[in-house]
């Protein structure tokens, strides 16, 4: 099992949402990712509610404008985190380990934490393992995971303890048409053994079922297992506790078209699912 060094993220000062969200940004600036549509997101509705958006691998909040148009339309507020690492290139995920990706969440969720009564997470594919790791970690009231990535296809992840060394750069690609248009290509080893720890992680997380959760996989996902993320539900969310619910819900490829990622770009019939279920 591997040792984590996740905890709670606490607020340093007194803040504004808006603060924190500056704060955020600079630090995506100072890294070099000078295009504002991946750079961190938020829109402050004055709502009670609030959508803590954490993006994949490789991916960057770009790929989830859509989906934050769809929540603030339905009067919501939103925060769509820029992970550590990502918004550039293959060489710069290899600067990030995967608690860097989980501290790189803090300033969203202080954001929609100091502005919104009730705090939703929603992540997909390595983002909805962040999204389970902030809601065991701090106050949230549901988390929201799509194709969440307890287990990858790929090839190398089973040797990726001894082959992230070589640190080689490889493709990233799925089996079909990729639908995302904004994903860094090409990544490293490194880079990925990372994913391999935080899977790691959370396999041995400790729940502290404290939130509701709706988990949703596409039937036919090419990049996750999706027998893993049957396994895991019914492992750890197959009961309820007290007043939370679990939910696990497969999406049928014929209807919705999903190749990985549940929020898939422009996908306006999965998008008013994923709003509807908030």
């Known amino acids: 099992m591997t040792k984590t060094l996740i905890g709670t993220f606490t607020k340093d000062n007194d803040y504004t949402a808006q603060d924190y969200f500056m704060m955020d940004?600079?630090?995506?600036?100072?890294?070099?990712?000078?295009?504002?549509?991946?750079?961190?997101y938020f829109k402050d509705s004055k709502s009670k509610?609030?959508?803590?958006?954490?993006?994949?691998?490789?991916?960057t909040p770009e790929n989830y404008i859509p989906l934050c148009?769809?929540?603030?339309?339905?009067?919501?507020?939103?925060?769509?985190?820029?992970?550590?690492?990502?918004?550039?290139d293959e060489h710069y995920l290899n600067t990030a380990s995967y608690v860097d990706w989980y501290n790189s969440?803090?300033?969203?969720?202080?954001?929609?934490?100091?502005?919104?009564?009730?705090v939703i997470v929603m992540g997909e594919s390595a983002g909805a393992l962040l999204a389970l790791l902030v809601a065991n970690y701090n106050k949230v009231d549901k988390v929201m995971i799509f194709s969440p990535a307890f287990k990858t296809r790929n090839k190398y992840f089973q040797f990726l303890k001894y082959l992230h060394f070589f640190n080689f750069t490889i493709q990233v690609q799925s089996e079909r048409k990729y639908?995302?248009?904004?994903?860094?290509?090409?990544?490293?080893?490194?880079?990925?053994?990372?994913?391999?720890?935080?899977?790691?992680?959370?396999?041995?997380?400790?729940?502290?079922?404290?939130?509701?959760?709706?988990?949703?996989?596409?039937?036919?996902?090419v990049m996750v297992s999706v027998k893993a993320v049957d396994e895991y539900f019914h492992k750890h969310f197959s009961k309820e506790c007290g007043n939370h619910k679990y939910s696990l819900l497969h999406l049928s490829n014929d209807i919705y078209e999903i190749d990985h990622v549940i929020i898939e770009r422009d996908h306006i019939k999965t998008i008013n699912e994923v709003v509807g279920m908030i």
């Open 25 to 40: 940004r600079g630090i995506a600036i100072k890294n070099g990712v000078t295009d504002p549509n991946k750079q961190p």
């Open 49 to 59: 509610v609030g959508v803590l958006l954490i993006h994949g691998y490789t991916a």
């Open 69 to 88: 148009k769809a929540i603030e339309d339905k009067g919501y507020t939103v925060y769509a985190s820029l992970v550590a690492g990502h918004g550039l």
């Open 105 to 118: 969440i803090k300033y969203g969720y202080l954001a929609i934490s100091s502005v919104c009564e009730k």
């Open 179 to 221: 639908k995302h248009e904004h994903e860094v290509r090409s990544t490293t080893f490194r880079s990925l053994n990372q994913l391999r720890l935080i899977q790691e992680v959370v396999q041995n997380l400790d729940i502290n079922y404290s939130y509701d959760l709706i988990c949703v996989v596409g039937d036919e996902d």
